[in-house]
């Protein structure tokens, strides 16, 4: 019986959460038909939310968090995959109500991986994760608008996060004038070397506003949320959309009809966890054609295992730069 490492939230009989590594046995392996050896995860920001306690991310406990993970096979009962293939998972649950991949060890459905895509190394694939895939599956929803570069500006929120720095990227790489929001000025430069045209500060965005504000951009990929996504709606120009994809600044949304009634806006709910594959393979295909690994590579920290949980807690609080990427093995 292998044993392995993975980190662990636990919770008492008081509901005091705790949050540790543990050496864990294949017996503690969930239900699957396919069992990985884990390479690389990522932290995002619902991995902090797991780990802190912020938010009720985690339904079942003890779990191994992480919602992201590369690995090799070592065993399968599924005619999907063989020994020794390697493969991608993103949502499904994992992290949340089943073990995820904060651990050299998984055991997951065959229908929630995908074949490793061939334009990624395991570095990369994870330096992506749910965060870019995210932000790749909002670029799609407007590209579904037919908002194009000749449209108009595009803004990005939560832009120096590791959501907004992919967004930026692959607008900016696909010719939209991107305009970056950030609470952190000092990133101004990264952003701009990612492909920001302009850059404002998040405080423009935070204050309760009008229920119809001066029309500045004609789309806009929103990973905040609550009073900036309501302001953010209240700028859109006549027939743009908005693709929301983050709940940093709350769940709370304080808008009015009014942009949708009188400026035939359009307001796209992005989901990553339970999206159908064949939307996935379309996603990763994109991104293999237009992300600019470079631009990927500076985008993105490497970190240890042993860092990880520490990670997770300062991606919350709005320390953590861009992406990144876990070493599990």
């Known amino acids: 019986m292998s044993q392995f490492k993975a980190v662990t939230i636990r919770k008492d009989e008081a509901g005091v959460q705790s949050v540790g590594f543990a050496t864990l046995a294949d017996e503690d ?11 690389r995860s990522t932290v995002n920001y619902k991995d902090g939310l797991a780990v802190t306690g912020r938010a009720p991310v985690v339904r079942r406990f003890p779990m191994v968090p992480g919602v992201d993970g590369v690995g090799v096979v070592e065993e399968s009962a599924s005619d999907l995959y063989a020994v020794g293939d390697r493969v991608l998972i993103n949502g499904w649950g994992i992290g949340e109500t089943h073990c995820g991949a904060w651990a050299e060890r998984a055991r997951w ?90 850059i404002i500060d998040r405080a423009e965005l935070a204050a ?34 908005v693709a929301a994809c983050g709940n940093a600044g709350g769940l709370d949304l304080p808008a009015t009809v009014a942009p949708f009634i009188l400026r035939r806006i359009t307001l796209y709910g992005i989901d990553s966890v339970y999206v159908p594959k064949a939307i996935r393979l379309v996603a990763w295909d994109r991104l293999d054609r237009d992300l600019d ?37």
Do not use: C
Not at 29 to 39: F, I, K, Y
């Open 109 to 198: 459905k065959s229908e929630w991986l995908l074949p490793m895509p061939a334009g990624f190394t395991s570095d990369e694939a994870m330096a992506i994760g749910t965060a870019g895939y995210t932000a790749m599956l909002a670029v799609l929803a407007l590209e579904r608008h037919d908002i194009r570069p000749s449209s108009g500006p595009v803004l990005v929120t939560g832009a120096s996060g590791g959501l907004g720095s992919i967004a930026v990227t692959l607008l900016a790489d696909l010719g939209y004038h991107v305009v970056a929001s950030t609470g952190r000025p000092e990133q101004a430069d990264y952003l701009k070397e990612l492909g920001a045209a302009e």
């Open 29 to 39: 392996l969930m239900p699957g038909d396919v069992t990985v050896r884990v390479e």
């Open 293 to 329: 690994r470079a631009k990927l590579a500076r985008a993105t920290t490497r970190i240890p295992f042993a860092s990880v949980i520490d990670a997770a807690r300062e991606i919350v609080e709005g320390k953590v730069r861009g992406r990144l990427v876990v070493e599990i093995g």
């Open 208 to 241: 309760p506003g009008k229920a119809l504000s001066r029309e500045r951009w004609i789309g806009a990929i929103d990973a905040v949320g609550g009073q900036t996504l309501a302001n953010v709606l209240s700028m859109i120009r006549y027939d743009g959309a």
